[in-house]
C-alpha cells in the first residue's frame, strides 16, 4: 500500500472533513498509483432451451423494479422479395399497431392499456431478424407478457388502415431521403459496394411499398414466427428459475415450424473509380470510400479490431490525429474495417470537408490508406491500441444488460457464448507485425469505390483530376400511375 | 453455463431490500461537498460493476456571448482537450513563448483584413503569412492529441463533452483503479488550459457548423427561427456561432472567456460508480483545491422583452417540409414547471398522445409531430415548441392547423382522468428508467445540483408532476398559446413531392 492508499483508508474510517491542502499530489501523471481492479466477472445468463426449439435468456438483476426484454426471429429484410423492399417495415409497424384478434386488444387499445401502465410493447423489422421487445414495471409483468405471448402465437389482425399508416409512414421516409447529405452517403455508398439490388444495400420505393399487400404480412407471420426461429431475451427483476417456469408456461407447448432457411446471398466484384452526387444546398463535402470487409468469424478478428483502433478508433488514431487536429480539414472523420455475424461487412473511411477541400480531403484519405499497408504499425502505435482496448473493455461487461445483448447477439448468429471472456486474451496475443499483415492483406486502396456528395462548382480542384468520374443520379422514382392516390 | 448454480445464489443475496428508484436510497449514497474554493462536488455510490463515470458541468454555455464572440464557449469546449503545459509539449516554456507570438501576428492580421479604410490586400497577405509562420514554429512543440490518447489508453470511455445555450459539460468513465487520474487530469484542464493548435481547431468547428447548421434544412431553419423568437436574449444567438465571428476570434478571446466564467464557484464534478465519498472527497479536495477562488459571475442582465407581435420566417428551400412554431414560457424552476411538463406528455408521448392521433394516425399530415418545452435551453425564459414533418402531399399549413386545434382543445377543455393519470405514472417509471447507468446519472445529478442547488430536485421534480391539476393545465395553456407570443418558422418546398404511394 502506497501512502495515498494509507491516507485513503484513514479518511475512510476517521471522518469526513479533510485536511484540504494537507493531501500529496502530484502534477505527474506518471506518478499516479493505479492499484489493481478488482476482480469482476459478469453473471452469465441462463440458457434454456424449450423442447420445440425457444430458446431463453435470462439475466436477473435487482437493481430497479423493472423487467426487460425481447424475442428475435429469424428472417428480415434480406429475406424479403426485390420487388417487395420494405415489406418487413411494414411487417414491423403494423404487426404491433394493428394488435391482436384478442377482444380489447386491438392496437388503439393496446396503446392505451400499455400506456397506463407506462410500459412498452414494441415491434421492428431489421436486416436478419424481427423483433418483440417489451419495457415494464415488475408488478404489470404478468399483464404485458401476456400481451408478447398473444403477439406471438396468435395471427396479428393487420388492418388495412394501420398498414395505410405504415406505408404512408415510410413514404415520408422516402420522400425525405435526399434532404440529409449524411443519409445520402451511407446509403450510396452501400449500394456501390454491395450492388444497388443487393439485399444488404437496396431500398425502398413508392412501388416496392405499394406493392405490399395484408396476404404478404400474413405470409411472413406465417413463415417465420415459430419458437424454433426466436431467441428471447428477458432481464430485470425477477428471479431466474421463477421466470424459467413463468415462460415455460406460455411457450412450451407452442408447436414447432418450419426452421427459417439460411439467407444465401452472393456478394459482387468490386466497382472501384469516383462517384460523384451533385447536391447544391451544402457548404460541406461528404467522402466515404468503401469496399468489401469481413465476416466476424475471420481467424484475424483481434488484430483486426487493433488495426481498427489504430485507424479510427479514437481520439489519438491516426484519422483524427492526421486528418482532424493536424490538418483541420475535417470535424467529423471516421474509418475501419467492418466485420458483419454472417455476411462481409464494409471496410470504410470517410470524412466531411468544406467543398473547397474535397479533393485535398479525398488525398489526405487515401494517403491514409496507403499509411496503413505501408507504413508499419509502430510498438508505440500497438501499445496505446491494445492499451485502450484492454482498458476500456470493462465497458463492455459493467451491466448485465450489456452482457446479455452480447450473448444474445452471438448466439442468435451461431456464435459461441464465451467470446466476451476471450476477448481480453485474444487482444494481448496481437503483435504489430500482426497488424501491418491484416492491413496488407484487407485492404485495397485500388478496389475503393470512392463516393463524393457535395457541390462540385465549389471543389478545389474538378473530381476527374484524380480519374474518370461517374455520376450517381439519386432522383427519387415517382409512384407508378397505378399506385398514385 | 458453469457458473449458473453459483450465479442463482449471488442472485439471491443481491436482492436487497433497498428500493434503489427512490430518494431515500440516494441519500444513503449521494454525498455533497463544497470545496474552499467554491466548486461543489456530487458523489453518488452505485458499486455493481468497477468502473466511475464523472461529469463536469460548468455553469456557462454560449448564454454569455455577445456579437462578435459568438460560438466562444463551444470553441473553448473543444480548446480543453488540447492539454495542459505538462500534458501535450515537448518543452511548455519554448511553446509558450512561440504562442504569445502567434497572438501578436493573429491581432496584427485580423485587424488588417478587417480594416475597410485604407483596406491594403498585399498588407493583409504579408500579415497572414506572418502569422502562418508563427503558428508553424508554436507547432512545432506540440504533441498533437496527447490529452485524449492518454485518456483512452487508460481505458477512458465515452470521452466527450458539449457546448448548449446553458452550460457546457464534459465526460467519461475509467474503471474504477483510475479515480485520483482523473482528478489530476479533470482539474489540470481547468487550471491551466493551454491554447495550441487554436486556430486549426477554429477549422474543425467552422467544419462541424457545415455539417449542423448550413447543409441541413432543418439546421439552416432552427438557426433562423430562434433568431426570430429572441430579440434581446443570447438565446437568439447560434450555440455554433456566427460564421464571420467564427473566423475572427482568438486564443487570447477565448482565455479571456475562460478567464471570466471557468471559475470554481460556476463548477459541479459529479462521481458516480464504484467508488465511496471517503476515497473521492479528499482526491478532489486535493486537485481541484488547486483552482483559484474567484468571484461568481454576476446574474446575465438581459431578459427577452414581451414578444408584441406573431413573427415568422420562411425558407424556400429544395427539400422536405417543415413546420416549427414556439411560444415563450418562464425560465425552469417556475411553480409552473411541471405543468408545461404535463402539457408536453398529454401532447406527445406515444401513440395516445393527442399531436399522434391526430396529425399521424388520422388525418396521415404528418409522419412525426411533438411538442416539447426548454428551446434552446431552459435556464433562462425559453420557448415550448411545436413542431410537423409532413408526409408526401401534404402542406406545412394542414399540420399547423390541426396543431392550433389541438392548442384550442387543451384551453377550452379539460384533460381528461385517463390522460392526467398517464402523465403521472409515466414521470414516476421515465425517473426509474433514468437511474440505470453511471453516466446518466452523474449527468442528472451534477445538472440538478449545478441549476437548483440540490440533486434532490431529479425527485421533486416528479412530485411536482404529480399534484398538476386539470384547471392547471387550461390556465397555463391559456396564458402561453397566444397569436402574440408565437413564432413560426418553416421550410417550404420548392419542390413538392409526388403524392403518397397507396
Do not use: A, I
Given at each position: 500500500m502506497n501512502l495515498g492508499q494509507c491516507l485513503v483508508a484513514a479518511a475512510a474510517t476517521t471522518t469526513l472533513l479533510f485536511p484540504g491542502s494537507a493531501w500529496p499530489q502530484t502534477q505527474d501523471v506518471g506518478a499516479i498509483a493505479i492499484p489493481e481492479l478488482r476482480s469482476f466477472r459478469p453473471e452469465q445468463p441462463r440458457l434454456v432451451t424449450l423442447p420445440n426449439g425457444m430458446v431463453l435468456m435470462l439475466e436477473p438483476d435487482q437493481e430497479l423494479p423493472l423487467v426487460r426484454g425481447y424475442a428475435l426471429i429469424r428472417g428480415g429484410s434480406r429475406d424479403e422479395p426485390a420487388d417487395k423492399v420494405g415489406l418487413v417495415s411494414i411487417y414491423g409497424q403494423a404487426w404491433r399497431t394493428g394488435g391482436t384478434k384478442v377482444k380489447g386488444h386491438s392496437g388503439d387499445e393496446l396503446d392505451e392499456l400499455l400506456e397506463n401502465k407506462a410500459a412498452l410493447v414494441e415491434t421492428a423489422g431489421g436486416l436478419d431478424a424481427t423483433s418483440v421487445s417489451w419495457d415494464c414495471m415488475k408488478g404489470d409483468f404478468d399483464a404485458v407478457m401476456g400481451i408478447v405471448a398473444e403477439m406471438l402465437r396468435t395471427e396479428p389482425v393487420f388492418p388495412q388502415d394501420k398498414i395505410e399508416l405504415a406505408k404512408t409512414q415510410i413514404s415520408s421516409a422516402i420522400a425525405r431521403r435526399n434532404d440529409d447529405p449524411d443519409a445520402i452517403l451511407r446509403r450510396e455508398s452501400r449500394r456501390l459496394v454491395y450492388g444497388a439490388t443487393s439485399p444488404y444495400a437496396r431500398i425502398d420505393e413508392y412501388t416496392t411499398i405499394s406493392a405490399v399487400t395484408r396476404d404478404d404480412l400474413v405470409a411472413w407471420h406465417r413463415r417465420y414466427v415459430h419458437p424454433n426461429n426466436i431467441v428471447m431475451a428477458v432481464w430485470g427483476d425477477f428471479d431466474a428459475r421463477q421466470m424459467e417456469r413463468r415462460l415455460r408456461q406460455m411457450f412450451a407447448d407452442w408447436p414447432r415450424g418450419t426452421p427459417a432457411q439460411e439467407a444465401k446471398i452472393s456478394v459482387p466484384a468490386a466497382r472501384p473509380g469516383y462517384y460523384l452526387v451533385e447536391k447544391d444546398d451544402v457548404t460541406q463535402s461528404k467522402i466515404q470510400m468503401a469496399h468489401l470487409g469481413l465476416r466476424r468469424d475471420t481467424r484475424d478478428f483481434y488484430a483486426i479490431e487493433v488495426m481498427n483502433e489504430v485507424l479510427g478508433g479514437g481520439f489519438g488514431s491516426r484519422l483524427m490525429t492526421d486528418v482532424r487536429a493536424k490538418q483541420g480539414l475535417a470535424y467529423h472523420v471516421w474509418g475501419g474495417l467492418g466485420m458483419a455475424y454472417d455476411y462481409p461487412g464494409l471496410f470504410r473511411v470517410g470524412m466531411g470537408t468544406k467543398s473547397d477541400t474535397t479533393v485535398r480531403g479525398i488525398e489526405a484519405l487515401l494517403a491514409e490508406v496507403d499509411a496503413m499497408t505501408q507504413r508499419p504499425v509502430s510498438e508505440t502505435e500497438l501499445a496505446h491500441a491494445k492499451d485502450g482496448l484492454l482498458n476500456s473493455f470493462i465497458f463492455r461487461i459493467d451491466s448485465r444488460e450489456k452482457v446479455l445483448h452480447e450473448e444474445v447477439s452471438d448466439y442468435f448468429h451461431g456464435y459461441p457464448l464465451d467470446l466476451l471472456e476471450r476477448y481480453m486474451d485474444g487482444v494481448r496475443a496481437v503483435s504489430a507485425s500482426d497488424v501491418t499483415r491484416v492491413a496488407r492483406e484487407y485492404l485495397h486502396k485500388d478496389k475503393l469505390a470512392v463516393l463524393v456528395v457535395g457541390r462540385p462548382s465549389d471543389f478545389d480542384r474538378p473530381l476527374t483530376s484524380l480519374g474518370p468520374v461517374t455520376k450517381v443520379d439519386i432522383t427519387i422514382p415517382a409512384p407508378s400511375d397505378a399506385s398514385a392516390r | 453455463m458453469k457458473h449458473l448454480a453459483a450465479c442463482a445464489l449471488l442472485s439471491l443475496a443481491l436482492a436487497a431490500p433497498l428500493a434503489a428508484q427512490d430518494v431515500a436510497s440516494f441519500e444513503k449514497r449521494t454525498s455533497v461537498h463544497t470545496l474552499g474554493n467554491g466548486l461543489t462536488v456530487v458523489v453518488c455510490e452505485r458499486h455493481e460493476a468497477p468502473v466511475v463515470s464523472f461529469f463536469t458541468y460548468v455553469d456557462v454555455g454560449a448564454d454569455r456571448e455577445v456579437p462578435g464572440i459568438t460560438g466562444l464557449a463551444h470553441m473553448f469546449e473543444h480548446m480543453a482537450?488540447?492539454?495542459?503545459d505538462r500534458i501535450g509539449t515537448t518543452d511548455y516554456k519554448a511553446e509558450s513563448a512561440a504562442l504569445g507570438k502567434v497572438e501578436e501576428a493573429y491581432r496584427a492580421y485580423d485587424l488588417e483584413r478587417r480594416r475597410t479604410v485604407a483596406h491594403d490586400e498585399t498588407k493583409v497577405k504579408g500579415a497572414e503569412q506572418a502569422w502562418r509562420s508563427a503558428m508553424e514554429e508554436a507547432e512545432g512543440f506540440v504533441v498533437t492529441n496527447a490529452f485524449p490518447e492518454l485518456v483512452e489508453r487508460q481505458g477512458g470511455e465515452g470521452l466527450n463533452a458539449f457546448t448548449s445555450s446553458d452550460e457546457t459539460a464534459y465526460v467519461y468513465s475509467f474503471p474504477a483503479n483510475r479515480v485520483e487520474l482523473w482528478a489530476l487530469l479533470e482539474s489540470g484542464r481547468f487550471l491551466h488550459p493551454v491554447m495550441r493548435e487554436f486556430y486549426k481547431e477554429r477549422d474543425v468547428v467552422i467544419e462541424e457548423r457545415r455539417l449542423r447548421t448550413e447543409s441541413r434544412p432543418i439546421g439552416r431553419l432552427i438557426e433562423q427561427f430562434v433568431a426570430a423568437a429572441f430579440t434581446a436574449h443570447p438565446y437568439g444567438q447560434p450555440v455554433i456561432g456566427w460564421p464571420s465571428d467564427l473566423q475572427a476570434f482568438s486564443a487570447t478571446d477565448a482565455m479571456e472567456f475562460f478567464k471570466n466564467y471557468y471559475v470554481p464557484a460556476n463548477v459541479v464534478v459529479a462521481i458516480v460508480g464504484d467508488v465511496t465519498p471517503a476515497q473521492v472527497f479528499p482526491l478532489v479536495e486535493a486537485y481541484f483545491g488547486r483552482l483559484p477562488r474567484q468571484p461568481k459571475p454576476e446574474p446575465l442582465r438581459t431578459v427577452e422583452p414581451p414578444q408584441r407581435c406573431e413573427r415568422q420566417v420562411i425558407l424556400r428551400d429544395p427539400s422536405q417540409p417543415i413546420y416549427v412554431e414556439g411560444y415563450h414560457r418562464p425560465a425552469a424552476g417556475d411553480p409552473d414547471d411541471a405543468t408545461y411538463d404535463a402539457i408536453s406528455d398529454v401532447l406527445s408521448n406515444g401513440r395516445v398522445s393527442r399531436l399522434y392521433r391526430t396529425l399521424v394516425r388520422d388525418k396521415r399530415v404528418a409522419a412525426d409531430t411533438g411538442g416539447f418545452n426548454g428551446f434552446p435551453g431552459d435556464k433562462y425564459p425559453n420557448l415550448f415548441v411545436f413542431y410537423a414533418m409532413t408526409t408526401p402531399g401534404h402542406k406545412p399549413e394542414e399540420a399547423a392547423d390541426l396543431i392550433h386545434a389541438e392548442i384550442e382543445r387543451l384551453k377550452n377543455e379539460d384533460v381528461n382522468d385517463d390522460e392526467l393519470a398517464r402523465v403521472k405514472t409515466r414521470a414516476k417509471t421515465e425517473l426509474i428508467r433514468s437511474l440505470d447507468s453511471n453516466t446518466g446519472l452523474a449527468q442528472q445529478l451534477a445538472t440538478a445540483q449545478a441549476r437548483f442547488g440540490d440533486w434532490r430536485e431529479i425527485f421533486r421534480r416528479v412530485e411536482r408532476i404529480d399534484k398538476v391539476t386539470k384547471p392547471d393545465v387550461r390556465r397555463v395553456a391559456q396564458a402561453t398559446f397566444r397569436l402574440g407570443n408565437r413564432t413560426v418558422g418553416v421550410v417550404e418546398s420548392t419542390q413538392m413531392a409526388t403524392a403518397a404511394a397507396k
Open positions: - | 482537450f488540447k492539454g495542459t
